[in-house]
């Protein structure tokens, strides 16, 4: 995303706790800060992009956070998939004069790269409209209401993403316990009612048996609880939504929470002995050019 908004023309100052991926932005042409308060007082736009909520909080919050060095009239945007209840709470402590956005994406390191990611955007309407003329760089850009809802549609999309990853597993060992090919089974997927994103992006990462690195299940449990917490407000039981997170949860606790998101697949053909390897130049999402 820094890379896309240099490109862009923008003068970007980066920060990350990484110091490879730092350099890797200064490489690329951004100004290295000294700390995320750093990077926060020298910008009108911050964007934080971070793995988890408590990490936005610890960044973000107090005296001594980012937050409170922003200067009047700057915008906050904060693509990390978080609890919306955190960023509004976030939003009502920031100093006079600067706004607050939210802006969860989606699309994978692959999509960040290419400029195709999809950006949920929600916040009040001046500061989403001066971040979207930013934010359009990086790809599409969906207004979504209120401030935190942009979170929701975010989680309601992985809601979505995680029950087809965890389908597609089984989907593949039904058909290969019957006797069909594996190529012939993912083309005819593909040219069906049952094709989806997970069927076109991530099957090729099963095949290739990395089971795409980029996205752990550390991180899909994550957005699971998350999730867990907008389903309450349902008031009924959500069963498909439900075994997604138990299938997930028991990959993350046979393999580690660093393993690649797939896994819920690995477990299926560990337990079987189905090999989903299918001959070809399978290169990870990330990897991709």
Not at 103 to 118: E, F, I, K
Not at 209 to 236: A, I
Not at 261 to 270: A, F, M, P, Q
Request: charged share 15%; proline share 4%; net charge negative.
């Amino acid at each position: 995303m820094c890379r896309r908004l240099i490109a862009a023309g923008y003068d970007v100052v980066a920060f990350d706790i990484d110091d490879s991926a730092l350099d890797e932005a200064v490489t690329a042409g951004a100004t290295a800060a000294t700390s995320a308060s750093a990077c926060a007082a020298e910008v009108g736009l911050f964007l934080t992009s971070l793995p988890h909520p408590s990490h936005v909080e610890a960044v973000m919050a107090g005296a001594d956070g980012a937050l409170a060095a922003m200067r009047p009239g700057s915008i906050w945007v904060d693509l990390t998939t978080n609890h919306p209840e955190l960023v509004r709470e976030l939003a009502a402590a920031a100093p006079r004069g600067v706004q607050v956005v939210d802006s969860p994406v989606t699309g994978a390191v692959d999509g960040a790269r290419n400029g195709t990611l999809t950006l949920f955007v929600s916040g009040e309407a001046e500061p989403v409209a001066a971040a979207t003329k930013v934010l359009e760089n990086l790809g599409l850009v969906i207004a979504c209401g209120p401030l935190g809802s942009g979170n929701v549609v975010k989680l309601v999309t992985n809601q979505l993403w995680f029950v087809s990853a965890a389908a597609l597993g089984e989907a593949f060992a039904t058909g290969m316990a019957n006797g069909v090919d594996l190529a012939t089974l993912w083309h005819a997927i593909k040219e069906s009612v049952g094709d989806s994103f997970v069927v076109r992006h991530d099957a090729p990462s099963v095949f290739a048996g990395h089971y795409d690195p980029s996205f752990t299940l550390g991180l899909c449990v994550k957005d699971l609880g998350l999730l867990d917490e907008l389903v309450h407000n349902v008031g009924t039981d959500l069963p498909m939504t439900a075994a997604a997170q138990a299938v997930f949860d028991q990959a993350a606790q046979r393999y580690g929470t660093a393993a690649g998101e797939l896994h819920v697949v690995k477990r299926i053909e560990d337990d079987t002995g189905i090999s989903m390897r299918l001959p070809g130049d399978w290169v990870a999402p990330s990897e991709q050019r």
